[in-house]
Structure formats: structure tokens, C-alpha cells
């Protein structure tokens, strides 16, 4: 596609169930983000990945998150045990080479934890 | 962390030009400038990009003095479509990489 594709759209799931959010990048889009938005709040940075580098996850808020990119490209961002207060829309961004370049977002995963 | 500072919102109305000004004291060497527009159920969009000086493209211009501690977004003549969240974003390096609360322009007919 041409853009950043990101399912599911939606996803409901209870309290202590894991749960993966995917995202398909820009084809040829070395680097790739992933950011948490609570309702009416800026985005959040997560974790970044940048060609076969190490990710950098500085920003997950704890070891119940984890995130992997195989071949480059797709990437999945896994959350175990889920907690209420994960409740958030997850978005995926992609960009050409380096940190400092534009980014091209997805529409995100509205993630409700009941 | 250093994060940078916006206004929480603003009012315009169409066809005026509308100036939104980012803090952003501790920016650093590497780091860029760059403003997103956010609509609702949406993720953002790239609006423009830069280091110093002035930049423009086709919807915006970018001000960022010689001293890069504020940049302002310019929208010329902005109409109800405008209306969104807008972010201003320095990305040096992962850590510096979240977003403020954003501004909500408000354009009213």
C-alpha cells in the first residue's frame, strides 16, 4: 500500500490478556516508531527501529511491552497481561533513513482494556 | 526530559493567518523542527520541517530564530478545514521523540 498500515483497527480485550498490534511500513522505510496516545494527550514514544540496528526502547513504560520488526519491515508491537490503564490508541510510524526524518503515521489501534 | 512547550489551543477565523509558536530551550545540535496536524481518529500528518531560518512549502512556513530555543508554524490564510491538533516535534535522537499536548486550532467561519 502507500501508506502505513496498522490493524486492527479496534480491539476490545479483558483485564490479563495479551494482545499484538501490527503495523506494515512504508515499503523502503528504514526506520520505524511506535508512539501511545491517551485520549485527548500528545503522543508517547515507545520504541524505534532503525535497519538491522538494535531498537532503541527507551521509551516502553514497562517489561510487559515488547515490540520486534522481522526482515526489516513488518513490526509487532506485543503487551502482556494488559492492564486498564493500557487502554490507548497505538500508532505506527515509518521513515526514510534517518531519526530526524519526516515521519508517515498510521490511523493507529484504539486498544480498550475491559 | 525536555519537552516542548505550546499553546493548549487557539481561536481564527477563515482566511486569516494563523502563527503558533513551540518552546523549546534545551534543543539540541542535531536535532530538527518538525510540525504535525492531527484530525480526529487519525494519526498525524507531516505538515513541514526544519533547522534554522525560514522554511516554506505549498501550506506552510516554519520560523526558527538563530538561537532555535522557539519555532512558529505559519498557516496563510487558513480555512475550516485547518482545524486540528498541531505538534511541534524535535527529533535528535529517540528520548527527545514525544510529542507535547499539541495546540487545537480552532477556525471559525
Known amino acids: 500500500g502507500a501508506g502505513v498500515s496498522q490493524s486492527p483497527s479496534n480491539k476490545v480485550t479483558e483485564k490479563g490478556k495479551d494482545v499484538e498490534l501490527r503495523c506494515d511500513p512504508i515499503?523502503?522505510?528504514?526506520?520505524l516508531y511506535w508512539y501511545r496516545q491517551s485520549l485527548g494527550q500528545g503522543l508517547e514514544f515507545l520504541i524505534y527501529?532503525?535497519?538491522?540496528?538494535?531498537?532503541?526502547k527507551s521509551g516502553l513504560p514497562s517489561d510487559r511491552f515488547s515490540a520486534e520488526r522481522t526482515g526489516g519491515s513488518v513490526s509487532t508491537l506485543t503487551i502482556q497481561r494488559t492492564q486498564q490503564e493500557d487502554s490507548a490508541v497505538y500508532l505506527c510510524?515509518?521513515?526514510?533513513?534517518?531519526?530526524?526524518?519526516?515521519?508517515?503515521f498510521g490511523d493507529g489501534t484504539r486498544l480498550s482494556i475491559l | 526530559l525536555a519537552k516542548t512547550t505550546q499553546p493548549i489551543s487557539m481561536d481564527s477565523y477563515e482566511g486569516q493567518e494563523v502563527n503558533i509558536t513551540c518552546s523549546h530551550n534545551?534543543?539540541?545540535?542535531?536535532?530538527?523542527i518538525t510540525w504535525y496536524q492531527q484530525f480526529p481518529s487519525q494519526g498525524p500528518r507531516f505538515i513541514i520541517q526544519?533547522?534554522?531560518t525560514k522554511v516554506t512549502n505549498e501550506v506552510a512556513s516554519l520560523f526558527i530564530p538563530a538561537d532555535r530555543k522557539s519555532s512558529t508554524l505559519s498557516l496563510p490564510r487558513v480555512s475550516l478545514s485547518d482545524t486540528a491538533v498541531y505538534y511541534c516535534?524535535?527529533?535528535?535522537?529517540?528520548?527527545?521523540?514525544?510529542f507535547g499536548s499539541g495546540t487545537q486550532l480552532t477556525v471559525l467561519p
Open positions: 510510524a515509518s521513515s526514510l533513513g534517518s531519526i530526524g526524518q519526516p515521519q508517515h
Open positions: 515499503s523502503g522505510h528504514t526506520a
Open positions: 527501529f532503525q535497519g538491522n540496528s538494535a531498537p532503541d
Open positions: 534545551n534543543i539540541a545540535t542535531n536535532d530538527y
Open positions: 526544519g533547522y534554522k
Open positions: 516535534l524535535r527529533s535528535g535522537s529517540a528520548r527527545q521523540l514525544t
